[in-house]
Structure formats: structure tokens, C-alpha cells
């Protein structure tokens, strides 16, 4: 009688020597296959022929000698492994996020035997039940939370973010601008630029905290807050940093390359006031000291570049459609061509940025936005806006965008006979915006002369500001502050992106702001009425429940009237307080 074949492996399987690139390939075939994209089967050949591999890599293009590995995937494999390491710091071991290395063929290998069985051994039949019997499974290790290395991107945000939510003043968010300042001084590495040889910066770890459910992102433009889950960890960090600290072990900072150089003692005084408000608090009465710009532009730093709405470029005949840029080049003002969310014409300052060793391109350069924004009309543009209703959404977004210098650009040219108002009504609407809304209404006669008031524009601008040492700030910090003055050296300015972002006409709004686009649908309604019905009533809700209290139909057709708008602070009168009851109030359609 044969022997009976022994069952199981013999051999043990080796232990996969990239469990970082299996498990990035896994990641992103099973995206592939949730989408349905064929990609996933590259994906899985190229699986394939890495976990047959013997031999660690240790970057993407190393992996351009196996089968089916092209210049795509060894592309994107190093752009991840850069990622990896901004997170996790750059001497973290390529095995830092398997949790336990995977196996060649995705199962756990036997251990070896070396007892050799006989058909003439009585026990041979218990030695085969034996080997038959599942080996016992192992207890598996918890999985290691996320931790993210002292001083890396994730670190600072975390902290930054924490040491915010426990001051009094806080607003329960920071924008993107304000993180990248508040976090700066806690990270190694730079938020906005990055090193010689590598695109990511410090802010590429916010996507990791945002997928490890840390911190949270709503909002246009992007607003970040702590998760509980987020909160929880920035105590154990801060917790973990003070003991260091009381040990004389705490890491020494270092200013990252491009970025401006920060007190020596600003962690600890970050790290002191995320311990708690008391601190904070203990800092004397008084007015709070203005934060610190995220960037200064000094004199001889920065040119004065005019912006131009790139639809400015295509309206009107093909023939006409580069006709202001060709007057801008022949005047020889320097300008850029991009979108904007507002206005027709900005300038910014833009900084003069010099190549970097080690860089092919040059850096970003930062841009601040200066105090004008143009709006340019035609007659027949001011016709068709005042119909449909764009005129006055226009010049409330350009009141709230946070310049405090808008001007009309009004070009008169050819005949308003045949626009569908008439020309005494286009006046008044322009004598209206000056007036009424504040804004400086120039008048032009046709393209070429509306081209020489920008270029004297820009002239002007190069002489009020050239001198000047601009400082950055946020959308909310510009509410409170003073126009440029002429006997200042130094003014605060918005940056460019900032302000552009914060103009997003199709942005996510609150229940505040969507009233108040309601209320300024009413005929009659200019933007000053509503805000001032909205001082007393920020949400229908509250005005319905106002209109609800009144005891007599009367008394809500005159809850309005009393109210105070606009400069000379008159009332808004019985008329038009009982056309807001109708509306609200009456449960069918109006009459």
C-alpha cells in the first residue's frame, strides 16, 4: 500500500517586501473597479508581477523593471511615496503603513515540518489528523492609529486648529489662509512653498486628515474645524509635546526654506495658549494685537499688475474682441489676463519672484489685491442689466467684496434710441449709483478713451503704492481696517486669491444671505433697506415669528415701517413695510 501524500505546505511562503506599493496598487484597482474603469486590470497585472518580486523597492522608478509596470504607474507610485513621506516625515520606513507585511500569495504560511512519517508507524494515522487539523490562528495586533510626526504638516494643523478652538474670540473655523499662517511656525517645512525637487508642501497632509475623518472642510471658500475624533488627538499631541518640553527634550525648529522666520519661542507660545483660554485671557485688558501678515511685500518687491476679466476680451464683433488689449500694449501697461468673480478690471501687487537652485520653474509669486475695482458699462450693458435685474445684484457684490474703492466705468458711446429705456433713465440709474451707492462713476466716450483712464489708473497706483510696505491679510481682518493714507509707509491689503475666492457668485450661502437676495427682488428694495431689516430679522424664520406675535392685520402691515436705512437713517415707510406683510403673511397667491 502507497504512502499516504502528506498535505499542506511545506515550504514557508516569504514575507511581501513592499507592502507599501501592494497596498497603494490595491487602493487604487478597487477604486478603478468601483467606477467600472478598465483600469483595474492594469492595476491587477502589475499586482501581480510585484508580489512575485523577491527584493525591496525603494522608489516607483525602481519598479520600471518589472512586467507591466509603465511609466504611469512608477509616476504615480513616486508622487504617492513624496506624500508618504511630507506626512510621515522623511526617514519614516517604507513599512510604517502595512500594519503587518502581506504575504506573496495572500495567506499565512505553515510552519516547517521536519519529523518524516512511515507507513509502518502505528501513530502515522494521528500524525496525519494532526496535520489536517487548522493551524491556530494568531491574535491580530490592534491597528495603529494615525499619529502624525512632530513638526510635520498634519502636526501643525492639528495644533493650530486646537489652539483656535480653545481661544474666547473663535469662530469655530480657519480659512485656508489663516491655518497655513497659524500652523507655519509648528511644521519644518513650508505650507506654500515646496523643496527643490519636490511639488508638495506641508498643506498636502490636510487631505490625509480630512480622509481620517480629523478635520473637517466645508464650505466655498473652504472653511477647516476640528472633528471629535480630531480634537481627541490634538490633546494627546499637545499633552505629548508639554512633556517633552518639562523634560528639556522638545525638538528645535527650524525655518523652512521660502518662508519668513518665526520668533524662536512661537511653538511655545502656541503650545502655551492651546492649553487653555486662562492664559490667553491673562494677557492684559484691552484691544487684541493684530495677528501677524501671512507675507510683507516691501518696497522694490512687487510690480503693479492690472488684471483684466477675460471676458472683457471676447464680447463684441471678432473684430473688436482685442481691441482694449492692443490699447493696453500700445500704452505699455502691464496687465494679466484671468478670471474674475467681480468687477472687470483689478490691480494687484504682484511679488517679483527669483529662481531657486535646484528648481526648473520659479515659484509662485503672492499677489495682494489693491484697494480699486472697475466695473465697465456699456449703455446698451447698463440697459440690459438695469431689465433683468443684474444691476443692483452687481453693485452689492462689489460693496461686500471687500475693496473700498469701486468705480463705474460708463462708456457713452453710440445712440440710446433704440435701447429699451430711455436715455434719461440710464442717466438717473448712473447719478444713482454715485449718489446713492458711493461709487465713483467715470464717464467715457468710447473703448480707446476708457483704455487711457486704466493706464492713468495704473500710473497712479504705481506712485501710491510703490513706496509702501504691503502686508497680507484675511477677508475679515480688511472689514475693520483704515483706507491707504498718504502720509502712511505701510497698509494692509487681501490677497488675490482670497478675494477672488470670496467673490464666488455660486459659493455656498447662508440663510442670512439668501434673504437677503430674496428681499432685494422686491421692487423697491435697494440693498441698503434689506440690511437694515435684516439687523432686526437675519432669517425669515425670525420674521414670521415676528409677524406672527403682531395682533391685528394692521399692526403687521406697519412692523416695518419704523425701521432706519441708509445714511440719512429714514424710515422705510408704511408702503413698502405693508408690501412685505402681503408677501409673507398671505397664505394664497397676491392679487
Same mark, same amino acid.
Given at each position: 500500500?502507497?504512502?499516504?501524500?502528506?498535505?499542506?505546505?511545506?515550504?514557508?511562503?516569504?514575507?511581501?517586501?513592499?507592502?507599501?506599493?501592494?497596498?497603494?496598487?490595491?487602493?487604487?484597482?478597487?477604486?478603478?473597479?468601483?467606477?467600472?474603469?478598465?483600469?483595474?486590470?492594469?492595476?491587477?497585472?502589475?499586482?501581480?508581477?510585484?508580489? +512575485?518580486?523577491?527584493?525591496?523597492?525603494?522608489?516607483?522608478?525602481?519598479?520600471?523593471?518589472?512586467?507591466?509596470?509603465?511609466?504611469?504607474?512608477?509616476?504615480?507610485?513616486?508622487? +504617492?511615496?513624496?506624500?508618504?513621506?511630507?506626512?510621515?516625515?522623511?526617514?519614516?520606513?517604507?513599512?510604517?503603513?502595512?500594519?503587518?507585511?502581506?504575504? *506573496?500569495?495572500?495567506?499565512?504560511?505553515?510552519?516547517?515540518?521536519?519529523?518524516?512519517?512511515?507507513?509502518?508507524?502505528?501513530?502515522?494515522?494521528?500524525?496525519?489528523?494532526?496535520?489536517? $487539523?487548522?493551524?491556530?490562528?494568531?491574535?491580530?495586533?490592534?491597528?495603529?492609529?494615525?499619529?502624525?510626526?512632530?513638526?510635520?504638516?498634519?502636526?501643525?494643523?492639528? %495644533?493650530?486648529?486646537?489652539?483656535?478652538?480653545?481661544?474666547?474670540?473663535?469662530?469655530?473655523? %480657519? *480659512?485656508?489662509?489663516?491655518?497655513?499662517?497659524?500652523?507655519?511656525?509648528?511644521?519644518?517645512?513650508?505650507?506654500?512653498?515646496?523643496?527643490?525637487?519636490?511639488?508638495?508642501?506641508?498643506?498636502?497632509?490636510?487631505?490625509?486628515?480630512?480622509?481620517?475623518?480629523?478635520? @473637517?472642510?466645508?464650505?466655498?471658500?473652504?472653511?477647516?474645524?476640528?472633528?471629535?475624533? #480630531?480634537?481627541? @488627538?490634538?490633546?494627546?499631541?499637545?499633552?505629548?509635546?508639554?512633556?517633552?518640553?518639562?523634560?528639556?527634550?522638545?525638538? $528645535?525648529?527650524?525655518?523652512?526654506?521660502?518662508?519668513?522666520?518665526?520668533?524662536?519661542?512661537?511653538?511655545?507660545?502656541?503650545?502655551?495658549?492651546?492649553?487653555?483660554?486662562?492664559? #490667553?485671557?491673562?494677557?492684559?485688558?484691552?484691544?487684541?494685537?493684530? /495677528?501677524?501678515?501671512?507675507?510683507?511685500?516691501?518696497?522694490?518687491?512687487?510690480?503693479?499688475?492690472?488684471?483684466?476679466?477675460?471676458?472683457?476680451?471676447?464680447?463684441?464683433?471678432?473684430?473688436?474682441?482685442?481691441?482694449? %488689449?492692443?490699447?493696453?500694449?500700445?500704452?505699455?501697461?502691464?496687465?494679466?489676463?484671468?478670471?474674475?468673480?467681480?468687477?472687470?478690471?483689478?490691480?494687484?501687487?504682484?511679488?517679483?519672484?527669483?529662481?531657486? /537652485?535646484?528648481?526648473?520653474?520659479?515659484?509662485?509669486?503672492?499677489?495682494?489685491?489693491?484697494?480699486?475695482?472697475?466695473?465697465?458699462?456699456?449703455? =446698451?450693458?447698463?440697459?440690459?442689466?438695469?431689465?433683468?435685474?443684474?444691476?443692483?445684484?452687481?453693485?452689492?457684490?462689489?460693496?461686500?467684496?471687500?475693496?473700498?474703492? /469701486?468705480?463705474?466705468? %460708463?462708456?457713452?458711446?453710440?445712440?440710446?434710441?433704440?435701447?429699451?429705456?430711455?436715455?434719461?433713465?440710464?442717466?438717473?440709474?448712473?447719478?444713482?449709483?454715485?449718489?446713492?451707492?458711493?461709487?465713483?462713476?467715470?464717464?467715457?466716450?468710447?473703448?480707446?478713451?476708457?483704455?487711457?483712464?486704466?493706464?492713468? *489708473?495704473?500710473?497712479?497706483?504705481?506712485?501710491?503704492?510703490?513706496?509702501?510696505?504691503? *502686508?497680507?491679510?484675511?477677508?475679515?481682518?480688511?472689514?475693520?481696517?483704515?483706507?491707504?493714507? /498718504?502720509?502712511?509707509?505701510?497698509?494692509?491689503?487681501?490677497?488675490?486669491?482670497?478675494?477672488?475666492? #470670496?467673490?464666488?457668485?455660486?459659493?455656498?450661502?447662508?440663510?442670512?444671505?439668501?434673504?437677503?437676495?430674496?428681499?432685494?427682488?422686491?421692487?423697491?428694495?435697494?440693498?441698503?433697506?434689506?440690511?437694515?431689516?435684516?439687523?432686526?430679522?437675519?432669517?425669515?424664520?425670525?420674521?414670521?415669528?415676528?409677524?406672527? =406675535?403682531?395682533?391685528?392685520?394692521?399692526?403687521?402691515?406697519?412692523?416695518?415701517?419704523?425701521?432706519?436705512?441708509?445714511?440719512?437713517?429714514?424710515?422705510?415707510?408704511?408702503?413698502?413695510?405693508?408690501?412685505?406683510?402681503?408677501?409673507?403673511?398671505?397664505?394664497?397667491?397676491?392679487?
Amino acid at each position: 500500500m502507497a504512502a499516504p501524500r502528506r498535505l499542506g505546505r511545506k515550504k514557508p511562503v516569504p514575507a511581501c517586501p513592499n507592502p507599501l506599493f501592494v497596498q497603494w496598487l490595491t487602493e487604487w484597482r478597487d477604486e478603478a473597479a468601483e467606477k467600472g474603469k478598465k483600469t483595474q486590470f492594469v492595476y491587477q497585472r502589475a499586482l501581480g508581477s510585484l508580489q +512575485r518580486y523577491p527584493l525591496p523597492l525603494r522608489s516607483g522608478s525602481e519598479a520600471a523593471i518589472l512586467q507591466n509596470f509603465g511609466d504611469w504607474i512608477c509616476r504615480r507610485l513616486d508622487e +504617492r511615496l513624496e506624500r508618504h513621506r511630507a506626512e510621515q516625515g522623511a526617514d519614516a520606513p517604507l513599512e510604517a503603513m502595512g500594519g503587518g507585511s502581506p504575504s *506573496m500569495g495572500g495567506q499565512e504560511s505553515d510552519p516547517p515540518s521536519t519529523e518524516h512519517h512511515s507507513t509502518n508507524n502505528p501513530s502515522a494515522s494521528q500524525t496525519l489528523l494532526g496535520d489536517l $487539523e487548522p493551524p491556530p490562528t494568531r491574535k491580530p495586533r490592534p491597528p495603529r492609529g494615525y499619529i502624525p510626526a512632530p513638526r510635520s504638516g498634519g502636526y501643525a494643523v492639528l %495644533l493650530a486648529l486646537y489652539k483656535d478652538s480653545t481661544s474666547p474670540h473663535s469662530r469655530g473655523f %480657519l *480659512m485656508k489662509s489663516e491655518l497655513q499662517r497659524a500652523a507655519q511656525p509648528l511644521c519644518d517645512k513650508s505650507f506654500t512653498l515646496g523643496d527643490p525637487g519636490n511639488r508638495y508642501t506641508a498643506w498636502a497632509s490636510v487631505g490625509t486628515l480630512i480622509r481620517r475623518e480629523l478635520v @473637517l472642510k466645508t464650505n466655498v471658500p473652504a472653511r477647516f474645524s476640528l472633528t471629535p475624533q #480630531g480634537l481627541a @488627538l490634538a490633546q494627546r499631541l499637545v499633552a505629548a509635546e508639554q512633556a517633552l518640553i518639562s523634560e528639556g527634550r522638545a525638538p $528645535e525648529p527650524r525655518t523652512p526654506q521660502g518662508a519668513e522666520p518665526t520668533h524662536p519661542a512661537g511653538e511655545e507660545k502656541l503650545l502655551d495658549g492651546a492649553l487653555g483660554p486662562q492664559e #490667553g485671557a491673562a494677557g492684559g485688558s484691552g484691544g487684541q494685537r493684530p /495677528p501677524d501678515p501671512e507675507f510683507v511685500l516691501r518696497p522694490g518687491q512687487f510690480d503693479i499688475i492690472l488684471c483684466v476679466d477675460f471676458i472683457e476680451t471676447m464680447g463684441g464683433p471678432a473684430a473688436r474682441k482685442q481691441d482694449l %488689449l492692443a490699447e493696453l500694449r500700445r500704452n505699455a501697461v502691464p496687465f494679466d489676463v484671468r478670471k474674475l468673480h467681480v468687477g472687470d478690471f483689478v490691480w494687484v501687487a504682484r511679488e517679483r519672484v527669483q529662481p531657486r /537652485p535646484g528648481q526648473l520653474h520659479l515659484p509662485p509669486a503672492r499677489e495682494l489685491a489693491l484697494d480699486y475695482i472697475v466695473e465697465r458699462k456699456r449703455m =446698451a450693458d447698463l440697459c440690459g442689466s438695469i431689465i433683468d435685474g443684474r444691476f443692483r445684484e452687481q453693485k452689492f457684490r462689489l460693496h461686500r467684496c471687500g475693496l473700498c474703492h /469701486p468705480v463705474y466705468l %460708463l462708456e457713452e458711446s453710440g445712440s440710446t434710441q433704440h435701447l429699451s429705456l430711455p436715455e434719461s433713465t440710464l442717466q438717473q440709474a448712473a447719478t444713482s449709483t454715485q449718489v446713492v451707492d458711493g461709487f465713483f462713476v467715470k464717464r467715457t466716450r468710447d473703448l480707446r478713451e476708457s483704455a487711457a483712464y486704466l493706464t492713468i *489708473m495704473t500710473r497712479h497706483l504705481n506712485s501710491l503704492y510703490g513706496n509702501k510696505t504691503l *502686508m497680507s491679510c484675511t477677508k475679515e481682518e480688511s472689514q475693520g481696517r483704515c483706507p491707504l493714507q /498718504p502720509n502712511s509707509n505701510s497698509c494692509t491689503l487681501m490677497t488675490f486669491q482670497e478675494f477672488n475666492e #470670496g467673490a464666488v457668485k455660486n459659493k455656498a450661502q447662508t440663510v442670512r444671505e439668501v434673504f437677503a437676495r430674496q428681499l432685494m427682488q422686491i421692487s423697491g428694495v435697494s440693498g441698503e433697506k434689506a440690511a437694515a431689516i435684516l439687523e432686526r430679522y437675519s432669517t425669515p424664520a425670525s420674521l414670521l415669528a415676528a409677524y406672527s =406675535a403682531c395682533p391685528d392685520p394692521e399692526s403687521r402691515d406697519k412692523l416695518l415701517s419704523t425701521i432706519k436705512c441708509g445714511k440719512l437713517q429714514r424710515n422705510l415707510g408704511p408702503t413698502l413695510s405693508r408690501t412685505l406683510s402681503q408677501l409673507y403673511c398671505s397664505p394664497g397667491p397676491l392679487s
